[in-house]
C-alpha cells in the first residue's frame, strides 16, 4: 500500500517572528521535512497527532492559517520523492549524531593518552555521554518510519557507553577505588 502523508499548509506573518520560528522549530522537533515555502510533510501516522495540535496553538496565537491535508504521491516519481526527503532528513541527522559519537570517543581517547584519570573529568564525560543518549531518544522519536541509520547510530551509542565504562574503571583504578563500589549504573541507551 502506499505511504499516505499529512501536508501542514502554513501562513505565518512576518512579524511577530517568534511565532513562525516556535512552529518551525515544533515541525523540525517532529521530523516533518520542508517540500515548499510554509509546506512541510509528515508521514500520517498516529504519533503526528500531538504535533498537529501544537502546530494549532502556534498558527492560532499568530493569528495565522493552517491548513492540514491528507496526501499520497500523485504518480511513482512524487510519492518516491516525499519517500526520499523524509528518509534523507532522517539519514543527516543520524550522521550527525555518529560524528559526534565520534567526537566523545576522541576525546575519550585523548583523556587516555595524556593520563587525565580524574573524577572531574569522568563527571564531564558523563554529561556528554547522557547529552548523546537524550539526542538519540529525540532523533528516535522523529524517525517514524524507522530509518536503517538508526541501528548503525544505536551501535556507535553503545560503543561510547563501553568506552566510558572503561575509562571509569581506568579512573577509579588510578584513584584506587574499587571499581565494584564506583562505577555508578550508567543505564541503557
Avoid at 512579524?15 to 515544533?26: G, Q, S, T, V, Y
Avoid at 509546506?39 to 495540535?53: E, F, G, I, K, R
Avoid at 559526534?100 to 587516555?112: P, V
Avoid at 524517525?143 to 574503571?169: I, N
Wanted: aromatic share 6%; proline share 5%.
Amino acid at each position: 500500500m502506499e505511504r499516505q502523508w499529512i501536508l501542514l499548509v502554513c501562513r505565518m506573518p512576518a512579524e511577530p517572528a517568534r511565532h513562525r520560528m516556535a512552529l518551525w522549530r515544533e515541525l523540525r522537533r517532529a521530523g516533518a521535512v520542508p517540500i515548499a515555502q510554509g509546506v512541510w510533510a509528515l508521514p500520517d501516522l498516529p504519533a503526528v497527532a500531538p504535533l498537529l495540535a501544537k502546530a494549532r496553538q502556534h498558527t492560532d496565537a499568530a493569528g495565522a492559517d493552517l491548513t492540514v491535508l491528507h496526501a499520497a504521491g500523485h504518480d511513482p516519481d512524487s510519492a518516491a520523492r516525499l519517500d526520499r526527503l523524509y528518509q534523507d532528513a532522517r539519514a543527516a541527522e543520524w550522521v550527525e549524531f555518529r560524528a559526534d559519537c565520534d567526537k566523545f570517543l576522541a576525546e575519550l581517547d585523548k583523556e587516555h593518552r595524556i593520563g587525565k584519570f580524574t573524577l572531574a573529568e569522568l563527571d564531564e564525560e558523563e554529561q556528554s555521554l547522557d547529552r548523546l543518549r537524550r539526542w538519540y531518544r529525540e532523533l528516535r522519536a522523529r524517525d517514524l518510519l524507522g530509518s536503517p541509520a538508526a541501528v548503525e547510530a544505536e551501535q556507535h551509542l553503545k560503543g561510547c557507553t563501553e568506552r566510558l565504562d572503561q575509562y571509569a574503571e581506568r579512573v577509579y583504578a588510578t584513584l584506587g577505588m574499587p571499581a565494584d563500589q564506583a562505577v555508578p549504573d550508567r543505564g541503557n541507551s
